[in-house]
């Protein structure tokens, strides 16, 4: 699991990249700072305490290249961003449903052929 600071980091990377603007950027860093609390609060039951976990694997290599944990809280500014990036065979609207209606484990496993890469959504 990445530290708040480490999250940070991968965000002004992201924006570094051009992967997003400063304004999602902007979004982003403020979501965080509305969370930070619960850092050291410890666990909590619900749905605050469950994450959208992204993973894009090279099926050439095998090697991972994405591995993203985003917060419950979010998934929602994440998704807008991530509706950009995302390949045509992921339907967004049926991730966050399957979110809505507390799914947990895999929701989606895809083989983009085109860029040779795998997608697995996960729900924690």
């Given at each position: 699991?990445?530290?708040?600071?480490?999250?940070?980091?991968?965000?002004?990377?992201?924006?570094?990249?051009?992967?997003?603007?400063?304004?999602?950027?902007a979004?982003?860093?403020?979501a965080m700072?509305?969370?930070?609390?619960?850092?050291?609060?410890?666990?909590?039951?619900?749905?605050?305490?469950?994450?959208?976990?992204?993973?894009?694997?090279?099926?050439?290599?095998?090697?991972?290249?994405?591995?993203?944990?985003?917060?419950?809280?979010?998934?929602?500014?994440?998704?807008?961003?991530?509706?950009?990036?995302?390949?045509?065979?992921?339907?967004?609207?049926?991730?966050?449903?399957?979110?809505?209606?507390?799914?947990?484990?895999?929701?989606?496993?895809?083989?983009?052929?085109?860029?040779?890469?795998?997608?697995?959504?996960?729900?924690?």
């Amino acid at each position: 699991m990445r530290t708040t600071s480490e999250e940070r980091l991968k965000i002004l990377q992201m924006l570094e990249e051009g992967k997003i603007t400063a304004e999602e950027a902007a979004s982003l860093l403020r979501a965080m700072g509305r969370g930070q609390h619960a850092t050291f609060e410890g666990p909590r039951l619900g749905e605050e305490s469950r994450r959208l976990r992204i993973q894009v694997t090279d099926l050439g290599t095998g090697r991972r290249k994405v591995n993203i944990n985003l917060p419950w809280k979010l998934v929602s500014v994440g998704a807008k961003i991530g509706a950009r990036f995302a390949p045509e065979e992921i339907d967004l609207e049926e991730v966050m449903e399957a979110i809505r209606a507390g799914t947990v484990g895999k929701i989606m496993d895809i083989e983009d052929m085109e860029d040779n890469e795998r997608v697995e959504i996960f729900i924690e």
